[in-house]
């Protein structure tokens, strides 16, 4: 069975850090490119990062550009996203997702990726 498992959110103020872990299973990940794509309340799925199957190459959505990195350690079948200076518009569900089949929209669409992890939630508040 296919699984991504993502974890690593929690409560952190604004200004703070914060490490997102995806790890998967039943497949290895240097097979695909990979995404975060985040969910804020009341809103739609909104696509983060991407990050290509070598992992040397990443894109970034415009509001986390130049505060938000995306890695991959393929070695050990996981995928990252560091959130430094996070802000309060942050706040959403990220999940991490995997086998892009469509041209990002906005907002995703669940079918747009083949695999997801079951998201962990990023709170930040003061």
């Known amino acids: 069975e296919v699984q991504l498992v993502d974890s690593g959110g929690g409560l952190v103020q604004p200004g703070g850090s914060l490490r997102l872990s995806c790890t998967a299973s039943?497949?290895?990940?240097?097979?695909?490119?990979m995404s975060w794509v985040r969910q804020a309340p009341g809103k739609g799925l909104e696509w983060v990062s991407g990050?290509?199957?070598?992992?040397?190459?990443?894109r970034y959505a415009d509001p986390v550009k130049g505060r938000f990195a995306i890695s991959r350690d393929n070695a050990k079948n996981t995928l990252y996203l560091q959130m430094n200076s996070l802000k309060t518009e942050d706040t959403a569900v990220y999940f991490c997702?995997?086998?892009?089949?469509?041209?990002?929209?906005?907002?995703?669409?669940?079918?747009?990726?083949?695999?997801w992890g079951q998201g962990t939630q990023v709170t930040v508040s003061s």
């Open positions: 997702a995997a086998d892009q089949l469509n041209v990002i929209r906005t907002p995703v669409s669940r079918s747009d990726f083949r695999y």
């Open positions: 990050i290509i199957r070598r992992g040397n190459f990443t």
């Open positions: 039943g497949f290895t990940t240097s097979n695909y490119d």
